[in-house]
């Protein structure tokens, strides 16, 4: 929220309409700083190795290559017989059935002659060079093994069902690149490499404090005047959902020395400080009041809703600014420090953008980048929850995606194209 | 993996191309048997009541309605001056200004022919009606507190800059519906209408079992013609990210007493028991083997991968059979148990399903609904990744979504669109 305390002046606020481009800076730009803001952490160089199934959802801290092929070795795509396709011409022939080859088995090479059962997954013997599937052959069943047999067989060529080794994956290629997400697909190529260890980068650690004479935790009667918490759940939750760990201060008044203490307090065992609140262009906004004197800026971004940010280090730690209204933190999260760190660590994932059509028209501020909040939906249209107002929680739970409105524009037609991220 | 063992029968395995449509279960008709199967967990009424933050990611057990009106009072969306529109004729008109309201302070009330300085987010006083920006102000900023002083403001119709009370969400009004998956929005959302604790149902509890003697432990040595169990941390970690609770079993050989036991030795404390591999139309698969005797079936879907898929119980435990190659396994459970759990307790949240142009063409059996691998791109597109083959875990791993060529189809071009599922 903008602080303000009765008795204080209050200079001429932050238009938030209609500012002129020159005094904003842009979205892009705002992303490179935080990037750069947050670039020791990635060289510090804090990784730990884990178990593959402790290492979900994380990013990956190196290159790995493959110790062996997919498949290690050539195998049946196909319950069928093993055969050497230049015993079969043309028209097909009669070949002698071996003992079968079940899966997990070495088997003994192929004769010339013969064709050997085989099951989906098993190794090509020796010696064999196609796979006829089952129902192909004549009979179109596997004979009892241990009895003499025969089967005929069509004209197959080589390499028909059959998997070759390394023909998913040789042996020595790049398995996953660094900054990979390892979510299930990952973890189980690892595995199926034989790999049951993974080096990861460490989580990053976010101090959270929100602030504001006005805000009261849930479940504590409200009195008047006086709204409820929803950042410090908000910005939690969406912080843990993107895999970081959060330690939550209790809500700071709007007395700077209370904010710089508890930040103090917490500064030496986090990568991160976020704040939310009191940092519009007021005279007395408490999270500039606490900066002062730090490495830190305020700024405004060509951006609706979001505009005012604050950035820098407080003691040395890196320091994000949130403004004040939930909307608008949760765009600033997702604007910003979200896409900074799946760049750099490959955690969180990066959120999907697509093309949508709008369902209905909207309008934006000319020079400002406007973030709205929408339903996109499976036929390809996006419609909007809610005004461009930042307090709009309950249309921020209605929604599953953001909608881009660049810069330069400032009216959209139904049916227009716009990006949309699907939170 | 197929399974057989030396010396056996092998019988006509199941046909993995060309299978006529009369012999094959439907997609749409295995989904609803699942949900069927699974609905008694739904009925259980196995819910419990947790703080927000520990229900991150959780199904919200009933219908909330809102306990306050969201915003609870009629609050300024402006810093500028909280006026009453009729003293502010066509040309505007000079007010006294009086104390300024802060947020979070309950002011007093606004005497005709005064303006009160106003900050975003504060309560706008009896007697005012509407909200002046203080750019619009002649002079446009705000006089020294205690100074006695005017302002000239332009003419203002009532209601402008003003949030009214529930604006967003009138008290009582429905503010999450039952089955909604929780997220940071909604999580905030509660906490904007001060509630701390919410209901949600429990997770669900799966004993995972990976089957097959040609499989092997991954980080031990790979003897040949034996491969890495992939599909144990594959599905462990699909099924721990879409929120489920995972007991894993060591890997079970081929012999159905053994699987039989290791699954009795669980199954009284879990709600679903899901196994890999021992599936198909072979006469001795042992997850068919094992289940004899059990109120359980084997069919054979019209879908590519993941044709052969058991269903049932287990000693009244639910059983799902999952086929024995790592993508069939997954596409398994994204087609069947993860949308069937996502509508009955709405978590996990639901797949984004869009549509996307095919980068390039594919073939498809005529009679299946096959589910390839892709890498959908910003621009709309989607490049497959790998073939139709189901033992790719590499180009797995390089896919960000499932395409979806439902039955009836055998071909596309580039260009033609499908629907495609985020994973």
Not at 184 to 203: D, K, M, S, Y
Not at 221 to 248: F, H, M, W
Not at 286 to 295: E, I, K, L
Request: proline share 8%; with cysteine.
């Amino acid at each position: 929220m903008t602080a303000s305390t009765e008795g204080r002046t209050m200079h001429s606020p932050p238009h938030q309409h209609g500012a002129a481009p020159h005094q904003s800076r842009s979205v892009a730009r705002h992303r490179a700083a935080v990037a750069e803001l947050l670039a020791p952490l990635l060289t510090g160089g804090k990784t730990e190795t884990l178990a593959l199934r402790d290492a979900l959802g994380r990013g990956l801290a190196h290159d790995i290559a493959a110790p062996l092929s997919l498949p290690p070795f050539a195998n049946s795509q196909m319950d069928g017989f093993a055969v050497n396709s230049s015993d079969l011409p043309d028209d097909g022939a009669e070949l002698r059935v071996v003992d079968p080859v079940p899966a997990g088995a070495t088997p003994a090479p192929l004769e010339r002659g013969c064709a050997a059962p085989i099951m989906t997954g098993a190794m090509i013997p020796d010696g064999a060079d196609a796979v006829v599937p089952v129902e192909r052959a004549i009979p179109d069943s596997f004979p009892a093994p241990g009895v003499a047999s025969t089967v005929w067989l069509p004209a197959t060529a080589a390499g028909t069902f059959v998997r070759a080794a390394g023909s998913d994956l040789a042996a020595g290629e790049q398995a996953l690149a660094a900054r990979t997400f390892l979510g299930p697909a990952q973890l189980g190529l690892l595995a199926a490499l034989g790999i049951r260890e993974v080096t990861v980068h460490r989580t990053v650690t976010v101090l959270l404090a929100t602030t504001g004479d006005e805000v009261v935790e849930p479940g504590t009667p409200l009195p008047a005047g006086k709204i409820y918490d929803s950042n410090g759940t908000l910005l939690e939750s969406a912080l843990r959902q993107a895999g970081l760990t959060v330690v939550r201060t209790a809500i700071a008044s709007d007395r700077p020395e209370e904010l710089q203490a508890l930040l103090r307090s917490h500064a030496g065992s986090v990568d991160l400080i976020v704040t939310t609140g009191g940092v519009s262009k007021g005279a007395y906004e408490v999270v500039r009041q606490a900066m002062d004197g730090q490495a830190a800026e305020f700024v405004h971004l060509a951006m609706q809703p979001g505009g005012p940010q604050g950035i820098g280090e407080f003691d040395g730690v890196p320091f994000l600014g949130f403004p004040g209204n939930p909307v608008s933190c949760l765009v600033s999260f997702e604007m910003f420090l979200r896409p900074v760190l799946s760049e750099m660590f490959g955690s969180p994932a990066p959120r999907t953008s697509l093309r949508a059509r709008l369902a209905h028209g909207l309008t934006s501020p000319q020079h400002k980048h406007q973030v709205r909040r929408g339903s996109f939906q499976a036929d390809g249209t996006v419609r909007l929850e809610g005004g461009e107002s930042s307090h709009l929680m309950h249309a921020l739970a209605g929604s599953n995606a953001l909608v881009h409105v660049p810069a330069g524009v400032s009216a959209l037609a139904e049916g227009d194209e716009v990006e949309v991220w699907m939170l």
